[in-house]
């Protein structure tokens, strides 16, 4: 088993997630034997902490030190883009693989609550980081880690035996779990998704905890950790901010605006009005958040000009309505289009306006629920307060 040499890198980042409390004293063992760098490649391109941004290249061999101290900052590394097709040294187009910012990694292992003899479900090996954690704590044998993409978890595989550490991990679909060492005492993601796959419930135990990022259609993202009931049901509140990678089998393609058009010149057949909700008070990560619990099946983007003002979209997943939001620095009153069957900015704007009134709660007062049949439900304060997502 690899101990804590100079090889695992400086204090710091130990004082820093202790200090945060994402680090707690049983987790500390695992930190000191399971070395980050063991499981970072050469080539990295450093994130910032929201997750949702990377920087340049560092490359190990040309500056060992600038990837040393990115390895030991309390920051992503992402290491893969566009699904391994990306080539170069500049940025690709989207991070499709990663190691976890340790402040988030510490945090959903502490919400994971695990105990000596628990079994674990990890669904994205991804660097093998996590794994191996949760192996050196657990023992090898009750650890099983899914990756779907089969040269990151061939490379995850090959991490943990440089840590001297074998938990069984697999290539394949992460949806369907493994039933092969099912039930589990704790099933963990790390990547998010917008549907919590059911195999993932019916594979844990009853009195066990499931812990996913969980993000809406609409954006935004939080962590929800779900205890999972005898007959079949979960549910659990959210814990905390995310910003993880998608399950690539969840990822969403969206359709061109000349889909919502139907070939006629913009506005088409849109009516006009004005509203006095600000759209820049809509794009916060929570508000975000909250608005996608409340609106189900509408997107949005920005398109953005001079001088600071943009405009804000919205459109409805099947195509059928879409809405437009102009911002204008210190106006107001903004202009709004709205064309199809729904009215997507009088949703929008209802959401918000329904948040207003419960005192603009956070994260922590909201949940989610799954059925015996998978149907998801979010609720507000009470599991018995809830509507479907």
């Excluded at 930190?31 to 450093?46: C, G, K, M, N, Q």
């Excluded at 030991?72 to 990306?86: A, V």
């Excluded at 079994?119 to 794994?131: C, S, Y």
Aim: some cysteine.
């Amino acid at each position: 088993m690899t101990t804590r040499t100079e090889e695992a890198g400086p204090p710091g980042l130990a004082s820093a997630l202790v200090e945060t409390g994402a680090l707690t004293t049983d987790w500390l063992p695992a930190f000191e034997a399971v070395p980050r760098e063991l499981f970072v490649p050469d080539r990295i391109w450093p994130g910032i902490a929201d997750g949702t941004r990377q920087e340049a290249l560092i490359s190990r061999t040309d500056d060992s030190q600038a990837w040393r101290s990115a390895v030991y900052s309390d920051i992503p590394l992402t290491t893969q883009w566009d699904d391994g097709k990306h080539q170069g040294d500049g940025l690709g187009t989207t991070p499709t693989s990663s190691n976890s910012m340790p402040r988030m990694v510490f945090s959903m292992l502490a919400d994971l609550d695990v105990h000596a003899g628990n079994t674990v479900l990890e669904i994205g090996t991804g660097t093998g980081w996590n794994a191996g954690l949760l192996a050196h704590r657990l023992g090898d044998e009750n650890v099983v880690s899914i990756e779907y993409d089969e040269v990151v978890s061939r490379v995850a595989g090959e991490n943990l035996r440089r840590a001297g550490l074998r938990p069984l991990v697999i290539a394949g679909d992460g949806r369907l779990g493994h039933s092969g060492s099912a039930p589990y005492d704790r099933v963990i993601a790390t990547c998010s998704v917008r549907n919590i796959p059911y195999p993932w419930i019916s594979q844990t135990k009853p009195g066990g905890v499931i812990v996913a990022p969980w993000g809406t259609e609409y954006g935004g993202e939080h962590i929800v950790r779900l205890v999972v009931a005898a007959d079949g049901t979960a549910t659990g509140r959210f814990t905390r901010s995310s910003a993880f990678m998608r399950l690539r089998q969840q990822r969403t393609d969206r359709p061109p605006f000349d889909a919502y058009l139907k070939g006629q010149p913009w506005p088409a057949d849109a009516t006009k009005s004005t509203t006095a909700l600000s759209p820049a008070d809509t794009g916060s990560w929570l508000i975000q958040f909250v608005i996608g619990l409340r609106v189900r099946g509408v997107f949005w983007r920005a398109e953005r000009y001079e001088g600071g003002a943009y405009t804000f979209w919205l459109y409805s997943s099947d195509t059928e309505s879409w809405a437009s939001a102009d911002y204008v620095l210190e106006a107001e009153e903004f202009e709004v289009y709205q064309s199809g069957p729904r009215n997507l900015w009088d949703e929008v704007e209802a959401a918000y306006r329904w948040w207003d009134r419960q005192g603009r709660p956070g994260f922590e007062r909201f949940g989610l629920a799954i059925s015996s049949n998978g149907r998801q439900h979010a609720w507000f304060d009470d599991p018995d307060n809830f509507w479907p997502v």
